[in-house]
């Protein structure tokens, strides 16, 4: 097969896995790996998108979108269950319950 055929469609497939990953992002626990994963591929994509026209070139976008908004989404809610702890001094009780 022709190299350059070759790397047009791995360039699809990886635009096709970038927003995979950036929608698994948006998963409870489980997401906040994808939604790095997705970023750190759509970078990647994006370089060889610079030497061949990408057709998926939407998907990588709206990946790259998904998984911005979860790593933020998922990072406050880890920065406010982390704050909730503190504030309650770790007892697991509600704030100010001695």
Do not use: H
Not at 17 to 26: H, I, Q, S
Not at 43 to 68: C, H
């Amino acid at each position: 097969m022709n190299t350059a055929v070759e790397a047009k469609i791995k360039l699809l497939n990886s635009s096709l896995r970038c927003f995979t990953y950036g929608l698994l992002g948006w998963l409870p626990l489980i997401g906040l790996p994808f939604a790095l994963a997705a970023l750190w591929l759509g970078g990647r994509v994006r370089v060889k998108e610079k030497q061949l026209w990408n057709a998926a070139r939407p998907y990588r976008i709206w990946g790259v979108i998904l998984a911005t908004v979860g790593t933020l989404f998922w990072f406050l809610v880890a920065i406010l269950i982390m704050w909730n702890s503190i504030d309650s001094g770790g007892s697991g009780g509600p704030p100010g319950d001695c």
